[in-house]
């Protein structure tokens, strides 16, 4: 008699993630962005946002929670209900740095289930207009010669563009100083107003300032050219080990139904090959993405194991500081 009682109880347990697979999604999704509007993270929420909605059939509505390198938007997340409802537009220090420049951080990265890469971000090296070098080269020279007397701005301890030049500094053998802002748009300011000498900023952000002349643009952090400056230097020319792309990325809180992450990955994949969709985020200087949750999944373990030295001189940096 138990086992016939047993029995029917497996079969409802089975169904019922089978079944709110099958309903999901009948009501709005919310997809966080822990960024400010106006930014490429949010540029690249709300184009993907208006793709899932209308593939989804239902309202899929953007909500900026900026603050904190991404940790205030993505701690909101990790503690949200696991049900498909509330998503995150991950940023990648908030993955790869953030939780382990904290000293008690508010979420772990297995507190989030990965659903798709949405896109890559190519960087250029950019100088202030008064800075004392026109070049990769010559700012190489210069900080060889005299260590920590070249500014550099970044968003913040930890944030994407800090991660880059930590990144710079290892690979090239230099010591720079770090000015951190509160939000990456402030230091590219003080970049074009001569306050800081250097940042690692995003492309669709860097070319219109290099073009009007409000910064110098030194070099391209990645391994291909970039639309509308096929001319710009590759960092990886006269630093052969360095390469930087930044990221943006699908997450659901750990512990929402499978059936349902797949759905949204299905649902995502076909997204991003949309050819209005991959145009408008192109136009923006993002690569579409094409990994699905174990590619994401991933990316963000290899990306933990290349910044390890960094964040751990980062960490012990910031510590000495009074």
């Known amino acids: 008699m138990l086992n016939f009682i047993r029995a029917p109880l497996a079969m409802l347990c089975l169904a019922i993630p089978l079944a709110a697979a099958a309903a999901y999604p009948d009501r709005p999704i919310t997809l966080i962005v822990p960024s400010v509007p106006g930014g490429g993270a949010d540029v690249a929420g709300r184009l993907v946002a208006a793709e899932l909605a209308r593939r989804l059939e239902v309202p899929v509505i953007v909500e900026n929670r900026a603050g904190v390198a991404g940790i205030i938007g993505s701690q909101a997340v990790a503690r949200a209900r696991p049900d498909g409802y509330t998503l ?20 772990r990265t297995e507190d989030f289930a990965p659903i798709a890469t949405l896109a890559t971000l190519q960087y250029v090296l950019v100088a202030s207009p008064s800075a004392p070098f026109g070049s990769l080269r010559e700012l190489l020279d210069q900080a060889r010669a005299r260590p920590d007397t070249i500014t550099y701005a970044s968003g913040g301890l930890g944030s994407t563009h800090h991660l880059a030049m930590a990144l710079f500094e290892h690979d090239a053998g230099i010591s720079l100083k770090h000015v951190p802002y509160k939000a990456a748009p402030q230091g590219f300011v003080g970049v074009m ?52 792309y930044s990221w943006f990325g699908l997450f659901a809180p750990a512990r929402t139904p499978a059936p349902v992450v797949e759905a949204l990955g299905k649902a995502v994949a076909a997204a991003l090959k949309s050819p209005e969709l991959r145009d408008k985020m192109q136009a923006q200087g993002m690569i579409v993405g094409d990994e699905g949750a174990e590619g994401l999944r991933q990316r963000i373990a290899r990306d933990t194991r290349v910044f390890a030295p960094m964040l751990a001189d980062i960490k012990t940096a910031a510590a000495r500081q009074p």
């Open 88 to 107: 995150l537009l991950g940023l990648d220090a908030s993955f790869t740095a953030a939780p382990y420049l904290m000293e008690e951080a508010p979420y």
């Open 193 to 244: 107003g001569s306050q800081v000498d250097l940042m690692f900023i995003v492309a669709s952000t860097a070319l219109p300032q290099v073009r009007a002349g409000k910064v110098r643009g030194l070099a391209n952090a990645g391994t291909a050219p970039i639309a509308g400056a096929p001319d710009l230097p590759m960092i990886k020319e006269a630093v052969p080990d360095y390469t930087f």
